[in-house]
């Protein structure tokens, strides 16, 4: 017994002995700083550049509204066989001016007659047609085209007054002078007075129905002189070209300065131009 505890004292010397031994070691040689076993640390890495802001919306400049549909610089005329044949076969202009007698196949000898013969006989001759244009290569968003009832395609201007449509006008002053109705004394011209009426609209004038007419131009030509309707229609032309047509204008002042000296040589009696000039509001 005593010599097996002294086998096992001799065992746990022996351990304790290896213990100091390796802890001197230890002492002798430190571990090194794990760090310095790193690799060097890899350069910072440049920020990624900011991106551009994007631009800002650029806003153009509104556009008048004569400018957006076309800028009138030509006129051609058209005729109108039956309704609503101008929105299908003239599409695309800039304004659709409306040739209106409000009468029912007048003596063509009779003061009403003369003034309708004689504004016919004007655009026929005066204004380009439609053909005409096309072959020069005009523009229609910049052309002004002047439609007119008639019941030939090619009417002749000796005989165009015998050609205009009065049934076919009458259903186009019936659908005008309901887009009016608000507007009492436009009405009352349209219904009582016989014209010509020259008419100028955006759109064709079927589109009005069920709606009223905002940006018009126009002139009742009752009380002018049959002999004056060149002239009427020389400035109608010019107005058309200055820029965009107003809420329901009436043509007046231009045509009074123009018209003036011509009517004096027409009517030699001046009664009868004051009188015209008073009612032509």
């Known amino acids: 017994m005593t010599r097996y505890l002294s086998s096992s004292r001799c065992a746990v010397y022996l351990l304790l002995t290896l213990s100091l031994v390796t802890g001197c070691a230890g002492m002798q040689h430190p571990v090194k700083d794990a760090s310095a076993e790193?690799?060097?640390?890899?350069?910072?890495?440049?920020?990624?550049?900011?991106?551009?802001?994007?631009?800002?919306?650029?806003?153009?400049?509104?556009?008048?509204?004569?400018?957006?549909?076309?800028?009138?610089?030509?006129?051609?005329?058209g005729p109108i066989l039956a309704w609503g044949m101008e929105r299908q076969e003239y599409q695309g202009f800039a304004v659709y001016t409306y040739v209106l007698?409000?009468?029912?196949?007048?003596?063509?000898?009779?003061?009403?007659?003369?003034?309708?013969?004689?504004?016919?006989?004007?655009?026929?001759?005066?204004?380009k047609t439609e053909k005409q244009g096309s072959a020069a290569g005009w523009q229609r968003n910049e052309t002004n085209?002047?439609?007119?009832?008639?019941?030939?395609?090619?009417?002749?201007?000796?005989?165009?007054?015998?050609?205009?449509?009065?049934?076919?006008?009458?259903?186009?002053l019936g659908v005008l002078q309901e887009s009016v109705k608000k507007n009492k004394k436009l009405f009352d011209r349209l219904q009582y007075r016989s014209g010509p009426f020259l008419v100028s609209l955006y759109e064709p004038l079927p589109n009005l129905q069920g709606k009223a007419a905002t940006k018009m131009l126009y002139v009742d030509l009752t009380d002018m002189s049959p002999g004056a309707m060149r002239e009427v229609l020389d400035a109608y032309r010019k107005r058309l070209d200055a820029?965009?047509?107003?809420?329901?204008?009436?043509?007046?002042?231009?045509?009074?300065?123009?018209?003036?000296?011509?009517?004096?040589?027409?009517?030699?009696?001046?009664?009868?131009?004051?009188?015209?000039f008073a009612k032509f509001k």
């Open 38 to 77: 790193m690799p060097e640390a890899m350069p910072a890495a440049e920020p990624a550049p900011m991106p551009e802001p994007m631009p800002a919306p650029v806003t153009a400049a509104p556009v008048p509204d004569h400018q957006v549909r076309g800028q009138v610089s030509h006129h051609e005329y």
């Open 101 to 127: 007698f409000n009468s029912d196949h007048p003596d063509a000898g009779s003061r009403e007659g003369q003034r309708y013969d004689s504004l016919l006989r004007a655009v026929l001759e005066d204004v």
């Open 145 to 172: 085209i002047f439609c007119i009832p008639f019941v030939t395609r090619v009417p002749k201007k000796d005989d165009a007054l015998g050609k205009y449509d009065f049934e076919l006008a009458g259903r186009y």
């Open 243 to 276: 820029g965009p047509l107003g809420n329901q204008e009436l043509l007046k002042n231009s045509i009074k300065v123009v018209m003036l000296k011509y009517i004096l040589w027409a009517d030699e009696n001046i009664n009868i131009v004051e009188t015209a």
